[in-house]
């Protein structure tokens, strides 16, 4: 079976390579596999239930491609596309607004001839989903700062799903579920955890009533359905999965929220005025739910995220460093979140390990409770994977053997036993609330760098921080000029 999969994602990963001397992007080739993928499938399983009703109407199905080559494929495909894009439910999420990116019919051909050379619903889930996380990994190198951010680093995934600990049965939700990472980081979590222990009923929900997400960008959402499906997933409500989590108060409330909002500060539309002209135009959310307005992207995700958890849900959630220590509104939402929920965890996490650079992110983890006069956060633990780690995408990336003594030092089976390290410190809550501005951006290791040459890191790893830290400064400088600009109208 190893074999087999490495010899179909060679043969998928090659044919990927002639279609971009054509210009077509692993986007846009990962995007059209997964119509084509869908349509091959779908076939399959009409032949093995010939009993059931078809998923894709008749003419508009796999056969109907199968038959036909040069413009005659192309008119075909584009017939495909437009009508199945106006279904409901799962269909109606992959084809929507779905166009042919492959504009020579020869191509298309030969794509379609290497998709129906393999029996793909005879595959095991995890074949599949290695062929399609591969390329959605693929895709996420070769745009970086675009789709890359959707892209959280599997091993990171893998260290907070082992420490949140999810149980058969909770509902796992995602504001901005990207290609569904954290999804399937559950789903693997439960399945190999309690193996054998699940019954019919509990193997069908963790399948179909586990994963409640969304994602504002819809070739994103696109991807997400296809990589759950191929993964044996359908997510709760996914013909809503298309939408703006900021938009209006969650009408849906979940167990556990794992996320990793996309970066950018400023929360932005596109919008045209008279002349054609397109300009940006900042969004500010006034929600009666929130501590505090303001047009931060983060702030309003962190803020979301508590209030999407039932009483007594827990979360964590992926936040750059001015989440940490920006005044004003975020000063206003770290007190809050302190008090009324109990903000136990506090990962630094190293830079170099996102595919958009100039990245400074953490985890951050706490758990909604009641309301209380009394705060409910009594102790903050950090654990400060950055100062002397240094990663990189390519010659030294994140593995999950560098978060397991996080994961130890968490201690999931008892966080009140708990025992400082020298990367893990506590902090009461009146030492935070004496901080100006509750500023949770807290260190305490000494760089080693600073000390001598012969510490200094590799010349690409220096240059690589260089290049992040002059980027999270123009980040920071661009943004107290938008504020400048805001208050003076």
Not at 171 to 183: K, Q, W, Y
Not at 185 to 213: E, N
Not at 263 to 268: A, L, M, R, V, Y
Not at 342 to 351: A, E, F, G, I, M
């Amino acid at each position: 079976m190893i074999n087999e999969s490495s010899s179909i994602v060679q043969r998928v990963w090659n044919y990927c390579h002639v279609l971009r001397d054509d210009g077509v992007s692993y986007g846009d080739y990962v995007e059209q596999l997964t119509y084509l993928l869908f349509l091959k499938m779908a076939d399959e399983q009409k032949e093995l239930h010939p009993d059931r009703p078809p998923t894709i109407p008749e003419g508009l199905d796999w056969d109907s491609l199968r038959a036909k080559d040069g413009t005659d494929l192309e008119g075909q495909y584009l017939e495909i596309l437009r009508d199945l894009g106006k279904e409901t439910g799962i269909l109606g999420v992959i084809f929507r607004k779905a166009q042919n990116r492959i504009q020579d019919p020869a191509k298309l051909k030969r794509l379609i001839a290497l998709i129906d050379g393999e029996i793909w619903m005879g595959m095991d889930v995890d074949v599949k989903g290695e062929i399609y996380e591969g390329l959605l990994q693929k895709n996420a190198e070769d745009v970086k700062g675009g789709a890359g951010q959707y892209f959280t680093p599997r091993p990171l995934i893998k260290a907070m799903v082992e420490v949140m600990r999810p149980l058969p049965g909770m509902v796992i939700g995602d504001p901005a579920c990207g290609t569904g990472g954290f999804f399937l980081g559950v789903y693997d979590y439960i399945s190999s955890r309690y193996k054998g222990k699940l019954d019919r009923d509990q193997k069908h929900d963790l399948s179909c009533k586990t994963f409640l997400g969304k994602d504002i960008v819809e070739g994103v959402a696109r991807l997400c359905v296809m990589n759950l499906y191929l993964h044996g997933i359908e997510p709760i409500k996914v013909e809503k999965m298309l939408d703006d989590s900021l938009r209006s108060e969650p009408s849906d409330h979940v167990d556990m929220a794992l996320t990793n909002p996309p970066f950018g500060k400023k929360s932005s539309i596109t919008v045209f005025n008279g002349d054609g002209k397109s300009e940006r135009e900042t969004l500010t959310y006034n929600r009666q739910d929130f501590w505090a307005t303001t047009s931060n992207k983060q702030l309003n995700f962190l803020q979301h995220v508590r209030n999407m958890l039932k009483i007594g849900g827990r979360a964590a959630i992926v936040v750059p460093d001015n989440v940490l220590f920006e005044g004003g509104a975020g000063e206003t939402v770290r007190r809050s979140l302190l008090h009324e929920c109990d903000v136990h965890t506090l990962l630094r996490l190293p830079t170099g390990i996102f595919y958009a650079q100039g990245v400074k992110a953490n985890v951050l983890f706490f758990d909604r409770k009641m309301a209380s006069k009394n705060p409910w956060t009594t102790r903050l633990w950090i654990y400060d994977l950055r100062t002397n780690e240094h990663f990189t995408l390519k010659t030294n990336p994140l593995r999950f053997e560098d978060l397991r003594n996080f994961v130890v030092s968490f201690n999931p089976e008892n966080r009140l036993d708990r025992k400082e390290t020298e990367r893990f410190k506590s902090f009461s809550y009146d030492e935070l609330m004496q901080r100006d501005k509750a500023n949770l951006d807290i260190f305490w290791l000494k760089d080693e760098s600073l000390k001598d040459s012969e510490n200094l890191p590799d010349p690409e790893v220096l240059a690589q921080e260089i290049v992040e830290n002059l980027q999270s400064a123009l980040e920071q400088f661009q943004s107290i000029s938008e504020d400048l600009t805001e208050n003076d109208n």
